[in-house]
Each structure stands twice: as C-alpha cells, then as structure tokens.
C-alpha cells in the first residue's frame, strides 16, 4: 500500500496560484502514475492531471489545461501540482493518488478508484 502526505492547499483569490505537494511512501515501486483529482461539495470527483512516474508523460482535463502544471521531482520523491490563474470554480477538495499499473492505463483519469491508492485531501478555495 501507498500512503500519500498532501500539503500546500488553502484560499486564493481569483487569479491567484497555490501549489499543492505530495510526497509517497510505502510501496511506491508499485505506483506507475501519481495523479490530482478534486471534488467539490455536491459534485461528482474529477480527475485533473496526471504525470507517469517512469516516462513523465503528462495529461490534463480540458478545465485546468494550460493553468496547472504537474511535475515529478524524483530526487525529493515529490509530485507538485503548479496552480495557476486560479477560478472560483477550482475551489475543491484535492486528492493525490498513486496508480497501480491497471490505474495508469487508457485513460488514467477515467480509471475507478480501486485502481489508485489515495491521500486524505487538502483544500482549496478560490474567493472572486
């Protein structure tokens, strides 16, 4: 299992940027993606981004391409998501999420939850 520390979350203003951290530990040679969803309250979870952990191949939903950027500093053993120009409507609970292989192919942020190990959430809000 993989247990995953989230932290960097908290309020902005619209237009602002907040970077969110996420360090794994345990059996991380079984992860082969690590990914950021979010949920916000009364919606459904939603994939965001995704980064593989070998190939550092990246992949984004449509609401947040070209505003955040997920990278994989593999020395610090440490996902970061860059959130930048931030909407009222990014405001969510952020979850990483360590992919087993099942969850990091196809379509990774379309894969069920049972193919991921997840972290506790951080949130973020975004006032206008």
């Known amino acids: 299992e993989v247990h995953l520390a989230e932290s960097g979350g908290g309020s902005v203003q619209a237009g602002g940027s907040l970077t969110l951290s996420c360090v794994p530990s345990g059996t991380t040679f079984k992860t082969y ?3 950021w969803f979010r949920q916000a309250p009364g919606k459904e979870r939603e994939g965001v981004a995704v980064i593989d952990t070998d190939s550092r191949w990246t992949y984004y939903s449509d609401p947040v391409k070209g505003r955040f950027t997920i990278s994989h500093i ?5 996902v970061h998501l860059v959130m930048d120009n931030l909407k009222p409507e990014d405001t969510a609970t952020y979850y990483c999420a360590a992919g087993k292989k099942s969850g990091c192919t196809g379509r990774p942020l379309q894969n069920s939850a049972d193919t991921y ?7 973020v809000t975004v006032s206008s």
Do not use: E, L, V
């Open 74 to 78: 593999k020395t610090k053993n440490t």
């Open 33 to 35: 993606c690590i990914a």
């Open 117 to 123: 190990d997840w972290g506790q959430g951080i949130q």
